[in-house]
């Protein structure tokens, strides 16, 4: 089992930065990937990024590319999601998951741990 607690969502105008964290507790953590998804209210879930707790192997969403940017703190079981140059279409409820394997899918039902999320508003 593992357990996901998102942190630092909030409200920010067009342009600015957010970062939110992910604290995991569990067995195995470090054979997991770790990622974000998003929702908008009437929307599919959208994968935004994940990344193996080695840091390397990171994947993007075309959305985000450039401006995001997702990275680990083993020390802290923590996943932080950097998001610069905000737009007003990134506002959503970001979703911290995690899965167990090397694989690093797009496809929100690869993940089967989620965390109960973290709204992010931006203003335009």
């Known amino acids: 089992q593992v357990q996901l607690v998102e942190s630092g969502g909030g409200l920010v105008q067009t342009g600015g930065s957010l970062r939110l964290s992910c604290a995991a507790s569990?067995?195995?953590?470090?054979?997991?990937?770790m990622g974000w998804f998003r929702r908008v209210p009437g929307k599919d879930r959208e994968f935004v990024a994940a990344?193996?707790?080695?840091?390397?192997?990171?994947v993007y969403g075309n959305s985000v590319k450039g401006r995001f940017n997702i990275s680990t703190d083993i020390a802290k079981n923590t996943v932080f999601l950097q998001m610069d140059s905000l737009k007003f279409e990134d506002t959503a409820v970001y979703y911290c998951?995690?899965?167990?394997?090397?694989?690093?899918?797009?496809?929100?039902?690869?993940?089967?741990?989620w965390g109960q999320g973290t709204q992010v508003t931006v203003s335009s």
């Open positions: 998951v995690a899965r167990s394997g090397s694989a690093v899918p797009t496809q929100s039902g690869a993940y089967a741990y």
């Open positions: 569990g067995s195995f953590l470090m054979s997991y990937i």
């Open positions: 990344i193996s707790w080695s840091g390397g192997d990171a």
